[in-house]
């Protein structure tokens, strides 16, 4: 079974301002996805960003990067030039990347990031 | 393309009684999920669907609890007897061929 890890429950960070968010999971998959995402007060769950682990380089959206180091297990979010719009709870989710017929997500239990004014 | 929709939003009932949800997945998309979220915590996976099969159910799925996608479309999720334990989010979430998974807004369940 696949375990994440979200150390952080919550973070605070002064709009424009960067923030990281840190996610380490456990697995003996070899292949597999990882994702962030975004909850906002009340609204629906919106994917961020995604990275496939055989992929070295890192995913980039926008403002929005990761720093996955596979070795380590370690999958953080880096929110750039944060906007009061980035106020939400961030979701750290690992999928297997298989043939079989596995791909439910295993979620964090969640960081809530507040961007201040 | 209207995104995955669930109705209804919120829902309240007596303990003891059935409740029933509905998913409305992506048009094209081909797998469903229902996950449960509790205040605070990250979503868990109850139970997934490929077209119209079940694949896969959760050991939190107890007896309870039943989902159908009798068509491949829609799905429902269905908790009989209900506790107070039941009380959460509900959320579902589409996919194509395992890529990336999209939710609805959830219905909120409150069992008093």
């Known amino acids: 079974a696949q375990t994440v890890t979200q150390s952080q429950p919550e973070m605070s960070v002064q709009e424009a301002e960067t923030v990281t968010l840190s996610c380490t999971y456990d697995t003996s998959e070899s292949n597999y996805y990882l994702f962030w995402y975004k909850q906002p007060p009340s609204r629906q769950m919106i994917l961020v960003i995604r990275?496939?682990?055989?992929?070295?380089q890192n995913a980039t959206e926008n403002r929005f990067s990761v720093n996955f180091q596979k070795a380590a297990k370690s999958f953080s979010l880096k929110i750039s030039d944060s906007q009061l719009g980035d106020t939400a709870m961030y979701f750290c989710a690992f999928m297997k990347r298989s043939y079989s017929n596995d791909y439910k997500l295993s979620f964090g239990a969640g960081t809530t990031v507040t961007v201040r004014a | 393309d209207t995104g995955v929709s669930q109705n209804p939003r919120h829902k309240i009932t007596k303990r003891g009684q059935n409740v029933t949800f509905r998913c409305d997945p992506i048009s094209e998309h081909n797998r469903l999920y229902w996950y449960r979220q509790t205040l605070g915590q990250g979503p868990e996976f109850l139970t997934y669907?490929?077209?119209?099969?079940?694949?896969?159910k959760s050991r939190l799925l107890s007896d309870r609890f039943s989902a159908e996608r009798p068509k491949g479309s829609f799905s429902t999720l269905e908790i009989q007897r209900t506790e107070q334990g039941d009380s959460a989010m509900y959320l579902c979430a589409s996919s194509f061929l395992g890529r990336e998974q999209y939710f609805g807004p959830g219905t909120r369940l409150t069992v008093t």
């Open positions: 990275q496939e682990a055989y992929k070295q």
């Open positions: 669907f490929q077209n119209e099969a079940q694949l896969e």
